[in-house]
């Protein structure tokens, strides 16, 4: 277990008693064949909920992801509260606890879609704005599993001269923790970024935007510590005028208090000095979880404030960058900011949870999401490997379920740890993405206007037609069905909706039907590898979700078929 996992899960034992005190209980009787959605993204897997879900408190844990106090049901009714409470499911039996309001269902139609749209519309409409294109159009670099907290020049310029000499498209590049001198400094450690700026204008040079790790904390005896002290920026000890120090997975820090609005503000003439100092473009604000401010002794600026309010104030920040990224949030559906997924490991079981966990998070209203890190995001999972004997099959897996997702991130260098094979399979996945978008900012651009989510559950498409269930396959947008294999094996079933479709070689097939397709990685002399099912509607035949949807082939994707 990491230091971030222990310091979480000692926040979220210290809260435990809170779950016995709820004011207000309302137990949902479910509606025939009714399934339910929601709560947190870190329980995409367990969606939709059924037999026994044990109690989730959203106001204490994260599951270090977003939260959101809004439940989805397949049968067209929504619950929402603007203030957090907990659920469980008993026997398939939904139960609410608030300490604010008694929440009952909300009728909005007869889907998953009638239910998510109508709360989007009324409680999380969307901004308008999306984060910057370049997310979304390119594959996104970030040196954490690389570097971890070894973040110096002369390796970040090794990794970004690698993404080059082994042609991968450029992106978005990351440089993550442990960069600067300490926390609430935002500056570099001179021994290890002897020119940073000049670092920085190489990485523009070479077609990179650049984004810097930061959190919310300050390192206490520190001239920033004391500045903060003093203006009264920093969340205080209740009762006290003093700084409180908080544990979290580095140590223990003092915080800025983001419900003070001139701290706020001071914060973001920091990282505005930043980006003209250095030329940085944008930052990865992470840190923000729910449990930080869970403490009874913590005093906040903003006295009506909960743990949620805080988690939420971080996230406001990232308003002001459109190059942003977060991983833990608070009812910031709709708005332009990166939503990650949570560290994940370096397992066949981490590769099965993207698709859930992604599903989710676009039923919770965050559409601009990335899948993790492919491979994965959790560093320790990597430690005591033996990194030559990296299963290579899993990395290209993880690989290709980003490939098709909003946004594709690289940690682990794929040059490093693959044999030249499998390597050339993951060039061509990441220029898939690359090929793909436009397509995939087309749908970004849709979700900033209409709400609807990039990455959509086969129920929310294709209602009543026995995909509650489904979760290793989804929609991206409303004209490809993606099916990734993701075990060890190379075969896998894909469910199709009624019509007909076509899949990446061009071959049709009517539904509904369930067919069996193997991928086993190879990679053919046309240079293209199809190692999952992408399936296209005939719109001749087939019945959408939109009267206006087209007929794709495969060839509109690079996908090579027969002349």
């Known amino acids: 277990m990491t230091r971030k996992s222990i310091c979480l899960l000692f926040l979220v034992l210290l809260a435990l008693p809170c779950f016995a005190a709820s004011k207000y209980e ?88 009638d239910a998510y749209m109508a709360a989007s519309a009324k409680h999380f409409p969307p901004s308008g704005d999306l984060p910057d294109p370049l997310f979304f159009s390119m594959p996104q670099y970030n040196t954490w599993i690389e570097l971890m907290y070894n973040q110096n020049q002369e390796d970040i310029l090794k990794y970004a001269d690698h993404v080059l000499e082994n042609d991968f498209p450029v992106g978005v590049f990351m440089v993550d923790d442990n960069w600067q001198k300490y926390y609430g ?42 500045e903060l002290q003093q203006k009264g920026f920093l969340i205080k000890k209740k009762g006290t005028n003093e700084a409180a120090i908080i544990p979290w997975w580095n140590g223990y820090s003092a915080c800025y208090d983001l419900s003070n609005p ?116 959790q560093f320790a ?7 030559t004997k ?15 997702m909003p946004m594709m991130q690289f940690s682990v260098a794929p040059w490093r740890i693959l044999d030249e094979k499998h390597l050339a399979i993951c060039r061509d996945y990441a220029r898939l993405h690359e090929k793909m978008g436009a397509y995939i900012l087309e749908q970004a651009y849709h979700a900033a206007k209409t709400g609807e989510p990039i990455i959509r559950h086969m129920e929310y498409a294709f209602p009543h037609q026995g995909f509650v269930d489904c979760k290793d396959q989804f929609m991206l947008g409303d004209r490809y069905l993606v099916a990734p294999v993701l075990t060890k094996e190379h075969t896998r079933k894909v469910m199709l909706p009624e019509g007909v479709w076509v899949d990446d070689t061009g071959k049709k097939f009517k539904g509904p039907k369930t067919i069996e397709v193997t991928w086993i990685l190879t990679k053919p002399a046309n240079g293209w590898n199809s190692n999952f099912s992408i399936f296209v509607p005939s719109v001749s035949i087939v019945i959408m979700t939109t009267p206006d949807a087209l007929f794709f082939s495969a060839k509109d994707i690079g996908i090579g078929v027969p002349e």
């Open 390 to 404: 990296l299963d290579q099959e899993l990395i290209v897996r993880s690989c290709q379920v980003h490939a098709l």
């Open 26 to 113: 309302s137990k949902i009787t479910s509606l025939e064949g009714e399934k339910w959605w929601g709560g947190a993204v870190g329980l995409g897997s367990k969606m939709p909920f059924e037999g026994d879900l044990r109690l989730f408190d959203l106001s204490v844990e994260n599951l270090n992801n977003q939260n959101v106090p809004l439940l989805l049901s397949s049968e067209g009714r929504y619950i929402w509260s603007d203030k957090p409470f907990s659920f469980q499911v008993e026997n398939g039996e939904l139960r609410l606890y608030s300490d604010y309001e008694k929440m009952e269902p909300i009728l909005a139609g007869r889907t998953l879609k």
């Open 185 to 226: 400094n935002f500056d570099f450690k001179p021994e290890r970024f002897p020119d940073p700026k000049g670092m920085i204008d190489r990485l523009h040079r070479q077609g990179f935007k650049i984004m810097f790790w930061i959190c919310p904390f300050v390192s206490p005896d520190s001239p920033e510590f004391r």
């Open 381 to 387: 999972s990597f430690l005591g490997v033996d990194q």
């Open 262 to 377: 001139a701290a706020a503000e001071h914060l973001k003439q920091q990282l505005r000095g930043m980006q003209e100092k250095y030329g940085a473009d944008g930052f990865k604000f992470d840190a923000g979880d729910i449990g930080h401010y869970n403490d009874p002794e913590l005093e906040f600026y903003d006295k009506s404030a909960t743990s949620v309010d805080m988690c939420r104030y971080w996230a406001k920040i990232g308003l002001d960058f459109p190059f942003n990224e977060y991983r833990a949030g608070w009812k910031m559906g709709g708005e332009a900011l990166v939503q990650r997924l949570g560290d994940k490991d370096y397992s066949w079981n981490a590769v099965g949870l993207l698709i859930p966990d992604m599903i989710a998070a676009g039923l919770l209203g965050y559409a601009y999401a990335c899948p993790d890190m492919i491979g994965g995001g």
